[in-house]
């Protein structure tokens, strides 16, 4: 039986810069993975999403460009097969970049599902490996649908890999995939109706930021319906019939189910460990990634604690610090930065005004809301809104917000100065580069 120093099940993001720093420290590595390298991110999730999100801004580009001068014709075609391509051609140039990293760093690699055989030995295509240390980075799953014409249903895991765009599609959900998918499907050209039983999209969000994403989002023609409940999903001929038990029976070509994701664990045999895990399966450690087994780890999705690819290489890189540089630290948790893809796409990082009151902080809010000069000569103006949450106290900024044009870029360079702790004062006495949309976070009053 082969031994390592460590065994690293899954070749994501966290999983393979957990594996590359082990190595560089000396120890003996083997990673596993059933799938592609990457893992979620590159393969499924961030980065083929983005490539789409691009895709389906070209159409208000365009509008945007007549309004300047440009003559644009009001039919442009778009070629669905030509997309799918290129975004395959990118995702396997960057599997093999995720594999040469391995070998570079002498980490080994194997192709296949591994699961445990006790709490230091693994099996992988029928063959034993013994760990000193073993950690899971197995990522989330897509959660499957249970009525009746599930077969037909897609999930986020399949859209990317549609022979054709549909004429229509229904998206089930409210979280960060299906807002996304909608905005996608909606700047393509596809007739899109978002179904959710709550009263609000991504709930989880500034209350203002979100209102405003939904009026944004009806304006371009999307049709969101709200509060209401789905009884089954049936076969009609080509099409699905959703039942809903409002009595509105709605007719789709394509219905996507993006009703989250759950912990990646059912391949594992992680009852042979006897690990802790929580009622949705997600593998229970402490701050330094560790389990309450002495072998066993884990980062990432699987720990179901902040689900984002850049937390899981730091929890990934702390781990490996920890447990074989002799440098015992941990991944931080707090003010992470966070973007959801829509169109507009919010971005946020720090507390909500929600949180703030639940936490009893006495806050001060600023808040302006304007239509960005880009969209000058456009009708439609679509509009911007940003929010600094303010300690009253300390004058220490806690959150920064914003839906709008370029939000991702702006509110990534923010978050370092609410990392390092700036207060409202430091925004004011900040020059504004003028014009621009960033510029009025240091003129808020």
């Keep these: 039986m082969k031994i390592y120093d460590l065994i690293v099940i899954g070749a994501g993001s966290g999983g393979v810069r957990a594996a590359r720093i082990a190595a560089n420290y000396g120890a003996k590595v083997l990673i596993a993975e059933g799938l592609n390298y990457g893992g979620t991110c590159v393969n499924r999730g961030c980065v083929p999403k983005k490539l789409f999100t691009y895709a389906a801004q070209y159409k208000s580009d365009f509008n945007n460009a007549r309004s300047y001068g440009w003559d644009i014709p009001e039919q442009i075609p778009f070629n669905w097969q030509r997309l799918i391509k290129n975004k395959d051609?990118?995702?396997e140039r960057l599997n093999n970049i995720y594999k040469s990293i391995l070998e570079k760093n002498?980490?080994?690699?194997?192709?296949?599902?591994?699961?445990?055989?006790?709490?230091?030995?693994?099996?992988?295509?029928?063959?034993?490996?013994?760990?000193?240390?073993?950690?899971?980075?197995?990522?989330?799953?897509?959660?499957?649908?249970?009525?009746?014409?599930?077969?037909?249903?897609?999930?986020?895991?399949?859209?990317?890999?549609?022979?054709?765009?549909?004429?229509?599609?229904?998206?089930?959900?409210?979280?960060?995939?299906?807002?996304?998918?909608?905005?996608?499907?909606?700047g393509l050209g596809v007739k899109t109706t978002l179904i959710y039983r709550g009263e609000r999209i991504l709930k989880s969000f500034d209350h203002d930021l979100t209102t405003l994403l939904q009026e944004e989002m009806i304006k371009k023609g999307i049709d969101i319906k709200l509060n209401t409940n789905i009884n089954d999903i049936i076969e009609d001929g080509n099409d699905l019939v959703i039942k809903t038990e409002e009595n509105d029976n709605i007719r789709s070509s394509c219905v996507l189910s993006a009703l989250g994701r759950s912990p990646n664990v059912n391949q594992l045999n992680l009852d042979k460990t006897g690990v802790l895990?929580?009622?949705?399966?997600?593998?229970?450690?402490?701050?330094?990634?560790?389990?309450?087994?002495?072998?066993?780890?884990?980062?990432?999705?699987?720990?179901?604690?902040?689900?984002?690819?850049?937390?899981?290489?730091?929890?990934?890189?702390?781990?490996?610090?920890?447990?074989?540089?002799?440098?015992?630290?941990s991944a931080t948790h707090n003010n992470i930065p966070s973007t959801v893809f829509t169109d507009p796409p919010l971005s946020t990082v720090g507390m909500s005004s929600e949180e703030a009151?639940?936490?009893?902080?006495?806050?001060?809010?600023?808040?302006?809301?304007?239509?960005?000069?880009?969209?000058?000569?456009?009708?439609?103006?679509?509009?911007?809104?940003?929010?600094?949450?303010?300690?009253?106290?300390?004058?220490?900024?806690l959150g920064i917000h914003m839906l709008g044009q370029d939000s991702p870029e702006i509110i990534q360079s923010l978050a370092v100065a609410l990392t390092a702790g700036a207060t409202k004062k430091d925004f004011d006495n900040t020059t504004a580069i003028h014009p621009t949309s960033a510029e009025e976070f240091v003129t808020l009053k």
């Design 89 to 91: 051609q990118e995702i």
């Design 106 to 186: 002498k980490v080994e690699r194997i192709d296949g599902y591994a699961t445990f055989k006790d709490k230091d030995t693994v099996i992988i295509n029928n063959e034993e490996f013994k760990g000193e240390k073993i950690l899971i980075a197995t990522g989330g799953v897509c959660n499957q649908s249970n009525f009746t014409a599930k077969h037909k249903i897609l999930i986020s895991d399949d859209i990317f890999h549609i022979e054709e765009l549909p004429k229509d599609i229904t998206i089930l959900g409210a979280g960060y995939i299906a807002v996304e998918f909608a905005c996608i499907m909606n």
């Design 277 to 329: 895990q929580k009622k949705n399966g997600a593998i229970i450690v402490d701050e330094f990634s560790k389990t309450n087994v002495d072998t066993v780890y884990a980062i990432g999705d699987v720990t179901d604690r902040i689900n984002l690819t850049p937390v899981a290489i730091r929890e990934g890189h702390a781990f490996a610090d920890t447990e074989f540089g002799k440098h015992k630290r």
């Design 357 to 397: 009151l639940k936490e009893g902080i006495e806050v001060k809010t600023f808040k302006t809301q304007f239509s960005p000069m880009k969209y000058t000569f456009n009708e439609n103006k679509p509009k911007i809104l940003m929010k600094l949450i303010v300690d009253a106290k300390s004058d220490k900024v």
